[in-house]
């Protein structure tokens, strides 16, 4: 330590470490209601696939119209962490939805911005291809009309809030 340069090789190392290992998921940003930056966070910053289940809802379920006649549902850690309704802000569900022979059909997502949408649930919805091109999304009438009939669990309608 004869000139103090020394001292600061360690201390950037040590940053260098302790930001890489912080998860991507405590450290990234919240998307808009914007599909391409869901996309991004849901497939880069923090991939679904490695999110958990509800508990009454696990792997791969029989599903139904719209969604294809089987489905997994992946949910975030903030609405796995809502044990009432309403869900926490932030709180995502991304659902695959596949064929009989297990072909991938669409990824659609749910996912709880605040003041987005306060008349039903300020839930935003997106539909997307296996390779991610989006459509519809938004205040989408459909996903609306179908899970509405669920509001009071708001309008999550593969697990049961108790």
């Not at 792997?59 to 309704?85: I, M, W």
């Not at 997502?109 to 008349?119: E, F, L, Q, T």
Request: aromatic fraction near 12%.
């Amino acid at each position: 330590m004869r000139n103090g340069k020394t001292a600061i090789i360690p201390l950037a190392f040590l940053s260098v470490c302790l930001c890489l290992s912080v998860p991507a998921a405590v450290s990234a940003e919240m998307p808009g209601p914007d599909p391409a930056a869901i996309w991004n966070y849901i497939t880069r910053v923090s991939p679904y696939t490695g999110w958990g289940f509800w508990a009454d809802h696990q792997g791969r379920q029989p599903g139904r119209a719209p969604h294809g006649p089987f489905h997994k549902v992946y949910v975030n850690e903030p609405a796995l962490k809502s044990t009432r309704p309403p869900l926490a802000y932030t709180s995502m569900q991304v659902k695959e939805s596949y064929s009989p022979d297990n072909q991938l059909l669409n990824i659609t997502v749910m996912y709880k911005i605040s003041g987005y949408n306060p008349g039903d649930g300020d839930w935003y919805w997106v539909k997307y291809t296996p390779e991610g091109r989006a459509d519809p999304f938004g205040k989408v009438a459909g996903c609306i009309g179908c899970h509405g009939v669920r509001a009071k669990n708001d309008f999550v309608t593969v697990h049961e809030f108790k």
